[in-house]
């Protein structure tokens, strides 16, 4: 189930007395519960929501919680937050698991229990496992692919009577990275934005979103492996002018030549974008970004560039030449290099 279906599930009173939200997006984890929480009348939470850390807390007390009647309310809401039993770590807390297997069974019907497992896997191994996922309503909290994200954004925009247009849904995707809880953050402003024309174009993302390191990044990459110093200078001067440090944006070179080159090497062998994704543990966006881009450049020329890099963040550490000089001397021998 994803975070839509759980909003237009909650919305009809559909309601399940097992969830477990499975995945590492923190946005989706957070989304997930308030919307679950907002089951409980405002004034009946502090008797009613009960929220657990397993890490730290028994399951026992958990089970009293969940077993109990609502106190003058419908519903009883229970958390479970990083319920490790469920993963393969080791934990110092000694988990009896045969309560919860046997309240998995017969669950209260006044209680809605809820597992936010933020984790990238869950040991499917365990009888724990498999018991709670044969019994509960899964939401899928991994980061979303981009259909997924224009659907949360158009519900976003529908809920508040606003409209926006494809190419700024496109836009808003691009210089956010996909980050799902930062295209939200984006989402609030540009509303409060559009609140007279109730309309978000092209321009309104182009004027109010900034773009991240990341893209700034990728962009100059492009530019860069096109060859063209001028424009390359241009935009890493425009780095500096914004406060970002040379060091950092050195590391973040770095760590997109080295996507490049794990994808270059990854692709002629056959993987998928998806299968890209988990072996990389890069998000999905960023490993299609990263496959579009490596079609233009031969092996060589990555290679080159990714040396010259970390010669060049080496420079940055011990000498006192200027960043963009230093920068430039890069560009020079890259350049020569492809000749």
Avoid at 143 to 169: G, M, Y
Avoid at 217 to 226: A, N, P, S, T
Avoid at 244 to 264: D, M, T
Wanted: glycine share 4%; charged share 25%.
């Amino acid at each position: 189930m994803k975070l839509t279906d759980l909003k237009k599930d909650v919305a009809k009173g559909n309601l399940q007395p097992i969830y477990l939200i499975e995945g590492p997006d923190n946005y989706i984890q957070n989304a997930a519960k308030k919307i679950l929480t907002a089951l409980i009348p405002e004034d009946q939470q502090v008797m009613n929501v009960g929220t657990y850390d397993l890490e730290n807390t028994d399951l026992g007390l958990l089970l009293d919680d969940a077993q109990s009647s609502p106190f003058f309310g419908d519903y009883r809401l229970v958390i479970a937050n990083n319920p490790v039993f469920l993963t393969g770590e080791k934990t110092k807390v000694k988990f009896n698991l045969d309560g919860l297997i046997n309240y998995l069974k017969q669950p209260e019907p006044t209680t809605i229990l809820v597992f936010a497992a933020k984790y990238e896997k869950l040991d499917g191994r365990k009888k724990i496992v498999k018991d709670l996922k044969k019994q509960a309503t899964v939401i899928d909290a991994n980061p979303p692919k981009e259909a997924d994200t224009r659907q949360l954004i158009q519900q976003f925009v529908n809920e508040r009577q606003i409209q926006i247009a494809s190419p700024a849904v496109e836009e808003l995707i691009l210089r956010t990275g996909n980050n799902l809880a930062q295209v939200i953050n984006e989402l609030e402003k540009l509303t409060v934005y559009a609140a007279d024309s109730k309309h978000i174009d092209l321009e309104a993302v182009q004027k109010l979103v900034p773009k991240s390191l990341t893209q700034n990044v990728f962009d100059l990459i492009k530019v860069l492996m096109k060859g063209d110093v001028r424009q390359s200078i241009a935009d890493y001067s425009v780095l500096l002018l914004n406060q970002e440090q040379p060091l950092r944006i050195n590391a973040a070179l770095v760590s997109q030549f080295r996507l490049l080159l794990q994808v270059k090497i990854l692709t002629e062998r056959g993987f998928s974008q998806g299968k890209l994704a988990q072996e990389l543990k890069a998000h999905p966006y960023r490993i299609k970004l990263a496959m579009q881009a490596v079609r233009q450049f031969d092996m060589a020329s990555l290679k080159r560039a990714f040396l010259g890099l970390l010669d060049l963040e080496e420079q940055l550490k011990t000498t006192q030449r200027p960043p963009q000089e230093l920068f430039e001397l890069f560009l020079v021998k890259i350049k020569n290099g492809w000749q």
